[in-house]
Protein backbone atom coordinates (compact mmCIF):
# COMPACT_ATOMS: atom_id res chain seq x y z
CA UNK A 1 0.00 0.00 0.00
CA UNK A 2 0.79 3.84 -0.10
CA UNK A 3 2.38 5.21 3.14
CA UNK A 4 1.26 8.66 3.41
CA UNK A 5 -2.05 8.47 1.12
CA UNK A 6 -3.21 10.65 3.60
CA UNK A 7 -0.55 11.75 5.99
CA UNK A 8 0.47 15.17 4.61
CA UNK A 9 -3.25 16.45 3.95
CA UNK A 10 -4.12 15.44 7.37
CA UNK A 11 -0.99 17.18 9.14
CA UNK A 12 -1.44 20.42 6.83
CA UNK A 13 -5.33 20.52 8.62
CA UNK A 14 -3.57 20.58 11.45
CA UNK A 15 -4.15 17.17 13.56
CA UNK A 16 -7.74 17.29 12.75
CA UNK A 17 -8.00 13.90 15.08
CA UNK A 18 -6.46 16.06 17.68
CA UNK A 19 -8.48 18.87 17.09
CA UNK A 20 -11.63 17.00 18.26
CA UNK A 21 -10.70 18.26 21.97
CA UNK A 22 -12.19 21.65 20.50
CA UNK A 23 -15.49 19.48 20.47
CA UNK A 24 -16.98 21.20 23.33
CA UNK A 25 -19.23 24.28 23.99
CA UNK A 26 -23.12 25.39 25.45
CA UNK A 27 -25.48 24.23 23.14
CA UNK A 28 -27.20 26.55 20.87
CA UNK A 29 -26.09 29.31 22.85
CA UNK A 30 -21.91 28.06 22.00
CA UNK A 31 -19.46 28.97 19.75
CA UNK A 32 -17.70 27.17 17.21
CA UNK A 33 -15.16 27.88 14.62
CA UNK A 34 -15.55 26.38 11.73
CA UNK A 35 -13.08 26.99 7.64
CA UNK A 36 -13.83 28.26 4.41
CA UNK A 37 -12.01 29.29 1.61
CA UNK A 38 -8.70 29.35 3.44
CA UNK A 39 -9.90 31.60 6.32
CA UNK A 40 -10.97 30.87 9.74
CA UNK A 41 -14.56 31.82 11.10
CA UNK A 42 -16.59 31.99 14.08
CA UNK A 43 -19.98 32.40 14.87
CA UNK A 44 -22.79 31.22 17.50
CA UNK A 45 -24.64 28.11 17.07
CA UNK A 46 -27.70 29.88 17.14
CA UNK A 47 -26.43 31.22 13.94
CA UNK A 48 -25.48 34.97 14.78
CA UNK A 49 -22.32 36.34 15.39
CA UNK A 50 -20.31 35.44 12.44
CA UNK A 51 -16.74 37.21 12.62
CA UNK A 52 -13.62 36.32 10.01
CA UNK A 53 -9.88 35.75 12.07
CA UNK A 54 -7.97 38.44 9.34
CA UNK A 55 -4.51 38.22 10.81
CA UNK A 56 -1.57 41.13 9.42
CA UNK A 57 0.81 38.76 8.67
CA UNK A 58 2.36 38.34 5.26
CA UNK A 59 3.05 35.59 2.87
CA UNK A 60 0.46 33.70 4.85
CA UNK A 61 -2.51 31.26 2.74
CA UNK A 62 -4.52 29.83 5.27
CA UNK A 63 -5.02 30.00 8.70
CA UNK A 64 -6.64 26.68 10.79
CA UNK A 65 -7.25 26.65 14.60
CA UNK A 66 -5.87 23.38 16.13
CA UNK A 67 -6.06 23.11 20.08
CA UNK A 68 -6.78 24.98 23.25
CA UNK A 69 -4.51 25.73 26.27
CA UNK A 70 -6.23 25.71 29.81
CA UNK A 71 -6.47 29.82 29.64
CA UNK A 72 -8.80 29.62 26.17
CA UNK A 73 -5.89 30.87 24.12
CA UNK A 74 -5.66 28.83 20.34
CA UNK A 75 -2.87 27.16 18.71
CA UNK A 76 -3.17 27.89 15.14
CA UNK A 77 -1.51 26.62 12.09
CA UNK A 78 -0.43 28.92 9.06
CA UNK A 79 1.02 28.15 5.46
CA UNK A 80 2.37 29.64 2.97
CA UNK A 81 1.84 29.25 -0.82
CA UNK A 82 2.75 26.05 -2.11
CA UNK A 83 6.08 25.42 -3.13
CA UNK A 84 5.94 22.76 -5.83
CA UNK A 85 6.18 22.43 -9.67
CA UNK A 86 3.55 21.00 -12.49
CA UNK A 87 3.06 17.19 -12.14
CA UNK A 88 5.49 16.51 -9.31
CA UNK A 89 4.04 13.87 -6.89
CA UNK A 90 2.28 15.27 -3.77
CA UNK A 91 4.71 13.82 -1.43
CA UNK A 92 8.04 15.46 -3.46
CA UNK A 93 6.77 18.59 -2.54
CA UNK A 94 4.17 19.44 -0.32
CA UNK A 95 6.67 19.38 2.86
CA UNK A 96 8.55 21.67 1.04
CA UNK A 97 6.41 24.84 2.17
CA UNK A 98 6.82 26.54 5.33
CA UNK A 99 4.63 25.98 8.00
CA UNK A 100 4.33 28.64 11.44
CA UNK A 101 2.85 28.36 14.96
CA UNK A 102 0.91 30.69 16.57
CA UNK A 103 -1.08 31.49 20.09
CA UNK A 104 -3.81 34.16 19.42
CA UNK A 105 -5.68 34.77 23.02
CA UNK A 106 -9.24 35.49 21.76
CA UNK A 107 -9.18 38.11 24.42
CA UNK A 108 -6.64 40.22 23.84
CA UNK A 109 -6.24 39.55 20.13
CA UNK A 110 -2.21 38.95 20.70
CA UNK A 111 -1.16 36.92 17.96
CA UNK A 112 2.67 34.92 19.23
CA UNK A 113 4.85 32.59 16.83
CA UNK A 114 6.02 29.50 18.67
CA UNK A 115 8.29 26.46 18.21
CA UNK A 116 11.09 28.87 16.31
CA UNK A 117 13.82 27.68 18.35
CA UNK A 118 16.13 25.32 16.83
CA UNK A 119 13.71 24.60 14.12
CA UNK A 120 14.28 21.52 12.35
CA UNK A 121 12.51 21.69 9.00
CA UNK A 122 10.40 24.34 7.21
CA UNK A 123 7.09 22.05 7.39
CA UNK A 124 6.24 21.63 11.43
CA UNK A 125 2.49 20.87 12.19
CA UNK A 126 1.08 20.19 15.57
CA UNK A 127 -0.36 16.85 16.48
CA UNK A 128 -1.16 17.44 20.18
CA UNK A 129 -1.19 20.04 22.97
CA UNK A 130 0.14 17.77 25.98
CA UNK A 131 -0.42 20.53 28.47
CA UNK A 132 0.43 24.32 28.40
CA UNK A 133 3.86 23.98 28.35
CA UNK A 134 4.59 20.68 25.57
CA UNK A 135 3.57 20.14 22.24
CA UNK A 136 3.92 17.30 19.98
CA UNK A 137 4.92 18.46 16.32
CA UNK A 138 5.02 16.73 12.69
CA UNK A 139 8.46 17.35 11.37
CA UNK A 140 8.69 16.42 7.89
CA UNK A 141 11.87 15.90 5.79
CA UNK A 142 13.02 14.40 2.77
CA UNK A 143 13.13 11.21 4.91
CA UNK A 144 9.75 10.74 6.21
CA UNK A 145 7.69 12.06 9.23
CA UNK A 146 8.70 11.86 12.50
CA UNK A 147 6.77 13.36 15.81
CA UNK A 148 8.92 15.17 18.48
CA UNK A 149 7.92 17.07 21.74
CA UNK A 150 9.00 20.18 22.73
CA UNK A 151 8.69 23.44 24.69
CA UNK A 152 6.23 25.81 22.79
CA UNK A 153 8.76 27.62 21.80
CA UNK A 154 10.77 24.85 19.96
CA UNK A 155 13.71 23.96 22.50
CA UNK A 156 14.71 20.80 23.99
CA UNK A 157 12.66 18.33 21.25
CA UNK A 158 12.46 14.99 22.04
CA UNK A 159 12.07 11.99 19.54
CA UNK A 160 8.63 10.90 20.23
CA UNK A 161 8.43 8.54 17.44
CA UNK A 162 11.27 6.83 15.67
CA UNK A 163 12.26 7.68 11.55
CA UNK A 164 11.21 5.01 9.64
CA UNK A 165 8.44 3.61 11.17
CA UNK A 166 6.04 5.24 9.42
CA UNK A 167 3.95 8.59 9.76
CA UNK A 168 2.45 8.87 12.73
CA UNK A 169 -0.61 10.98 12.74
CA UNK A 170 -4.43 11.43 14.39
CA UNK A 171 -3.11 12.11 17.61
CA UNK A 172 -5.59 11.84 20.61
CA UNK A 173 -4.95 12.47 24.90
CA UNK A 174 -6.59 10.51 27.02
CA UNK A 175 -9.11 12.50 29.55
CA UNK A 176 -6.51 12.14 32.53
CA UNK A 177 -3.70 13.29 30.11
CA UNK A 178 -1.42 10.14 31.20
CA UNK A 179 -1.85 7.85 27.93
CA UNK A 180 -1.64 9.09 24.09
CA UNK A 181 -3.35 7.24 21.18
CA UNK A 182 -2.08 7.49 17.57
CA UNK A 183 -1.92 5.76 14.11
CA UNK A 184 1.66 4.91 12.16
CA UNK A 185 0.92 5.08 8.44
CA UNK A 186 4.05 2.30 7.95
CA UNK A 187 4.98 -0.66 5.61
CA UNK A 188 3.09 -3.05 8.01
CA UNK A 189 0.32 -0.56 7.39
CA UNK A 190 -2.23 1.81 9.37
CA UNK A 191 -1.20 0.44 13.42
CA UNK A 192 -3.27 2.32 16.49
CA UNK A 193 -0.93 2.78 19.03
CA UNK A 194 -0.89 3.98 22.49
CA UNK A 195 1.94 5.04 24.81
CA UNK A 196 2.90 7.87 27.18
CA UNK A 197 3.42 11.45 27.49
CA UNK A 198 6.99 10.78 26.70
CA UNK A 199 6.51 8.75 23.87
CA UNK A 200 7.22 5.24 26.20
CA UNK A 201 5.08 2.37 27.13
CA UNK A 202 3.56 1.53 23.66
CA UNK A 203 1.22 -0.48 23.34
CA UNK A 204 -0.42 -1.65 20.00
CA UNK A 205 -3.91 -1.58 19.64
CA UNK A 206 -5.04 -2.42 16.55
CA UNK A 207 -2.94 -3.99 13.14
CA UNK A 208 -3.79 -6.06 10.34
CA UNK A 209 -1.68 -6.15 6.81
CA UNK A 210 -5.32 -5.48 5.02
CA UNK A 211 -6.30 -3.26 7.36
CA UNK A 212 -6.05 0.76 7.34
CA UNK A 213 -6.78 1.58 10.94
CA UNK A 214 -6.92 5.35 11.40
CA UNK A 215 -7.36 7.81 13.98
CA UNK A 216 -8.01 6.94 17.39
CA UNK A 217 -10.40 8.82 19.32
CA UNK A 218 -10.39 8.41 23.90
CA UNK A 219 -14.11 7.84 24.93
CA UNK A 220 -15.32 10.53 27.62
CA UNK A 221 -14.62 7.95 30.66
CA UNK A 222 -10.93 6.86 29.28
CA UNK A 223 -11.92 3.51 28.78
CA UNK A 224 -12.14 2.64 25.02
CA UNK A 225 -10.95 4.32 21.82
CA UNK A 226 -12.88 4.74 18.76
CA UNK A 227 -11.47 4.49 15.40
CA UNK A 228 -12.05 3.87 11.81
CA UNK A 229 -11.29 0.18 9.76
CA UNK A 230 -11.20 0.70 6.27
CA UNK A 231 -10.67 -2.28 3.17
CA UNK A 232 -7.81 -0.53 1.70
CA UNK A 233 -7.25 -3.61 -0.94
CA UNK A 234 -10.79 -2.87 -2.65
CA UNK A 235 -10.82 0.73 -1.82
CA UNK A 236 -7.70 2.16 -2.34
CA UNK A 237 -9.70 5.82 -2.15
CA UNK A 238 -10.75 5.05 1.08
CA UNK A 239 -14.10 6.34 0.33
CA UNK A 240 -15.65 3.89 3.58
CA UNK A 241 -14.77 2.21 6.44
CA UNK A 242 -16.39 0.55 9.34
CA UNK A 243 -16.44 1.98 12.95
CA UNK A 244 -14.27 0.07 15.44
CA UNK A 245 -13.63 0.00 19.31
CA UNK A 246 -11.10 -1.10 21.28
CA UNK A 247 -9.37 -1.23 24.42
CA UNK A 248 -6.53 1.28 25.21
CA UNK A 249 -4.46 -2.30 25.84
CA UNK A 250 -6.03 -3.77 22.04
CA UNK A 251 -8.18 -5.88 23.87
CA UNK A 252 -12.05 -6.43 23.44
CA UNK A 253 -11.58 -4.78 19.79
CA UNK A 254 -14.30 -4.80 17.50
CA UNK A 255 -16.35 -3.62 14.14
CA UNK A 256 -20.11 -1.74 15.62
CA UNK A 257 -20.93 -1.07 12.32
CA UNK A 258 -20.05 -3.98 8.86
CA UNK A 259 -20.14 -3.88 5.41
CA UNK A 260 -18.11 -0.59 5.16
CA UNK A 261 -20.64 1.40 5.83
CA UNK A 262 -19.01 4.93 7.50
CA UNK A 263 -17.77 7.84 4.86
CA UNK A 264 -15.06 8.03 5.31
CA UNK A 265 -12.71 10.30 2.75
CA UNK A 266 -15.31 13.23 2.74
CA UNK A 267 -15.33 14.70 -1.13
CA UNK A 268 -17.54 17.30 -2.07
CA UNK A 269 -17.59 20.12 -4.41
CA UNK A 270 -18.30 20.97 -8.33
CA UNK A 271 -15.50 20.68 -10.89
CA UNK A 272 -14.38 23.90 -10.01
CA UNK A 273 -14.46 24.42 -6.01
CA UNK A 274 -13.59 20.88 -4.78
CA UNK A 275 -12.98 19.93 -1.23
CA UNK A 276 -12.81 17.01 1.54
CA UNK A 277 -11.43 15.23 3.97
CA UNK A 278 -10.97 12.57 6.38
CA UNK A 279 -14.13 12.58 8.05
CA UNK A 280 -13.98 10.65 11.66
CA UNK A 281 -16.64 9.04 14.39
CA UNK A 282 -16.85 11.42 17.42
CA UNK A 283 -18.11 10.22 20.74
CA UNK A 284 -21.42 11.63 22.45
CA UNK A 285 -20.96 12.78 26.58
CA UNK A 286 -22.82 9.81 27.26
CA UNK A 287 -20.78 7.48 25.41
CA UNK A 288 -22.06 6.82 22.15
CA UNK A 289 -20.87 7.41 18.51
CA UNK A 290 -22.17 9.84 15.93
CA UNK A 291 -21.08 8.64 12.32
CA UNK A 292 -22.00 9.14 8.56
CA UNK A 293 -23.64 6.22 7.38
CA UNK A 294 -23.65 5.15 3.65
CA UNK A 295 -27.28 4.64 2.64
CA UNK A 296 -27.38 0.88 0.35
CA UNK A 297 -25.79 1.36 -3.29
CA UNK A 298 -24.21 4.77 -2.45
CA UNK A 299 -21.81 6.17 -4.58
CA UNK A 300 -19.91 9.78 -4.44
CA UNK A 301 -19.66 12.01 -7.38
CA UNK A 302 -15.80 11.94 -7.11
CA UNK A 303 -14.31 8.60 -8.07
CA UNK A 304 -10.76 8.07 -7.17
CA UNK A 305 -7.92 7.00 -10.01
CA UNK A 306 -6.56 4.05 -9.09
CA UNK A 307 -2.99 3.60 -10.60
CA UNK A 308 -2.79 7.75 -12.16
CA UNK A 309 0.27 9.85 -10.42
CA UNK A 310 -1.09 11.74 -7.44
CA UNK A 311 -0.10 15.18 -8.01
CA UNK A 312 -2.34 17.07 -5.86
CA UNK A 313 -3.23 14.61 -2.94
CA UNK A 314 -7.12 14.46 -4.20
CA UNK A 315 -6.65 12.54 -7.33
CA UNK A 316 -9.96 11.78 -8.37
CA UNK A 317 -12.00 12.79 -11.59
CA UNK A 318 -15.69 14.37 -11.01
CA UNK A 319 -18.38 12.09 -12.22
CA UNK A 320 -21.45 13.42 -11.08
CA UNK A 321 -23.83 11.61 -13.56
CA UNK A 322 -22.44 8.28 -12.00
CA UNK A 323 -23.14 8.94 -8.17
CA UNK A 324 -25.86 8.14 -6.10
CA UNK A 325 -27.15 7.82 -2.75
CA UNK A 326 -25.69 9.91 0.32
CA UNK A 327 -25.25 9.56 3.87
CA UNK A 328 -27.34 10.07 7.30
CA UNK A 329 -26.02 11.28 10.49
CA UNK A 330 -26.22 8.43 12.73
CA UNK A 331 -25.70 7.91 16.59
CA UNK A 332 -24.60 4.35 17.76
CA UNK A 333 -24.18 2.60 21.07
CA UNK A 334 -21.36 0.77 21.06
CA UNK A 335 -22.43 -2.04 24.02
CA UNK A 336 -25.24 -3.13 22.06
CA UNK A 337 -24.86 -2.23 18.59
CA UNK A 338 -28.34 -0.13 18.72
CA UNK A 339 -28.11 2.70 15.56
CA UNK A 340 -30.50 5.65 15.65
CA UNK A 341 -30.45 7.47 12.86
CA UNK A 342 -31.28 11.36 13.38
CA UNK A 343 -31.56 12.48 9.38
CA UNK A 344 -33.16 11.21 6.41
CA UNK A 345 -33.34 13.70 3.67
CA UNK A 346 -35.28 13.00 0.44
CA UNK A 347 -33.66 13.36 -2.06
CA UNK A 348 -30.54 12.17 -0.20
CA UNK A 349 -27.71 13.80 0.70
CA UNK A 350 -24.27 13.87 2.15
CA UNK A 351 -23.98 14.55 5.92
CA UNK A 352 -20.85 14.55 7.60
CA UNK A 353 -18.37 15.47 10.78
CA UNK A 354 -20.72 15.56 13.22
CA UNK A 355 -19.80 16.69 16.84
CA UNK A 356 -22.55 16.95 19.86
CA UNK A 357 -22.10 19.94 22.37
CA UNK A 358 -20.87 18.92 25.82
CA UNK A 359 -24.66 19.35 27.35
CA UNK A 360 -25.91 16.85 24.55
CA UNK A 361 -28.43 19.19 22.78
CA UNK A 362 -27.12 20.19 19.62
CA UNK A 363 -25.39 19.01 17.36
CA UNK A 364 -23.26 20.54 14.62
CA UNK A 365 -22.89 18.45 11.04
CA UNK A 366 -21.69 19.60 7.50
CA UNK A 367 -24.59 18.80 4.23
CA UNK A 368 -23.53 18.91 0.90
CA UNK A 369 -25.89 17.66 -2.17
CA UNK A 370 -24.24 15.61 -4.85
CA UNK A 371 -21.42 17.49 -6.80
CA UNK A 372 -22.34 20.58 -4.39
CA UNK A 373 -20.00 22.66 -1.56
CA UNK A 374 -20.72 22.02 1.88
CA UNK A 375 -22.90 23.79 4.33
CA UNK A 376 -22.53 23.82 8.24
CA UNK A 377 -25.71 22.81 10.24
CA UNK A 378 -27.11 22.39 13.51
CA UNK A 379 -29.61 20.01 15.05
CA UNK A 380 -30.95 19.24 18.22
CA UNK A 381 -29.59 16.18 19.93
CA UNK A 382 -32.63 14.55 19.03
CA UNK A 383 -32.31 15.24 15.25
CA UNK A 384 -35.18 17.80 15.32
CA UNK A 385 -35.17 21.15 13.89
CA UNK A 386 -31.88 20.92 12.08
CA UNK A 387 -31.46 24.38 10.03
CA UNK A 388 -28.62 25.58 8.15
CA UNK A 389 -25.93 28.31 10.00
CA UNK A 390 -23.76 29.27 7.22
CA UNK A 391 -21.98 28.59 3.22
CA UNK A 392 -18.97 30.30 4.12
CA UNK A 393 -17.16 32.94 2.41
CA UNK A 394 -19.42 34.14 -0.53
CA UNK A 395 -21.29 30.80 0.01
CA UNK A 396 -18.44 28.42 -1.03
CA UNK A 397 -18.91 26.29 1.30
CA UNK A 398 -18.16 25.88 4.77
CA UNK A 399 -16.23 22.99 6.34
CA UNK A 400 -14.25 21.44 9.73
CA UNK A 401 -17.07 22.32 12.36
CA UNK A 402 -15.48 22.73 16.21
CA UNK A 403 -17.19 23.87 19.49
CA UNK A 404 -15.15 26.55 21.55
CA UNK A 405 -14.55 25.14 24.89
CA UNK A 406 -16.60 26.72 27.99
CA UNK A 407 -13.88 28.59 29.01
CA UNK A 408 -13.11 30.78 25.66
CA UNK A 409 -17.45 31.06 24.92
CA UNK A 410 -17.87 34.31 27.00
CA UNK A 411 -14.62 36.29 26.05
CA UNK A 412 -14.70 39.27 24.17
CA UNK A 413 -13.39 37.77 21.09
CA UNK A 414 -11.47 40.48 18.74
CA UNK A 415 -11.38 39.32 15.06
CA UNK A 416 -10.90 41.40 12.01
Known amino acids: MKIGRRGFIAMAAAGLASC ?3 NAGRGRAGRFFFTSGGKTGMMRGDGSGLRWFEFDVPGQATWQPCQFFSDGRVLFLSMEPRRDGPGRPFAEYYHKTPT ?6 LDTGSLVEIATRDRMAPFYTPQLLLNDDRVLVQVVRDGGGQTYSMNIDGSDACEFTRLGEGMPYGFSLSPDGRRVAYHIAGPAGYQIWTCDPDGGGRTLVAAHPERLYFAPAWSPDGTWLVFQDCRFGQDPGHDWSDVVVARPDGSELRNVTSGQSAWFAATYGPADNRGGGSNMPTWTRDGR ?4 RRRPGSRVPWAYQTGRPDTDHFNREFVPDQARGGTDTCRIDPAGGDIECLTKCEPPVWDFRQTESPDGRSILFCRAETGGSPAIWIMDGDGGN ?9 DRGADHPRWLPRHSDSYGVRLG
Do not use: N, Y
Open 20 to 22: RSL
Open 100 to 105: HLWIHD
Open 289 to 292: ILFS
Open 386 to 394: PRMLTRGVD
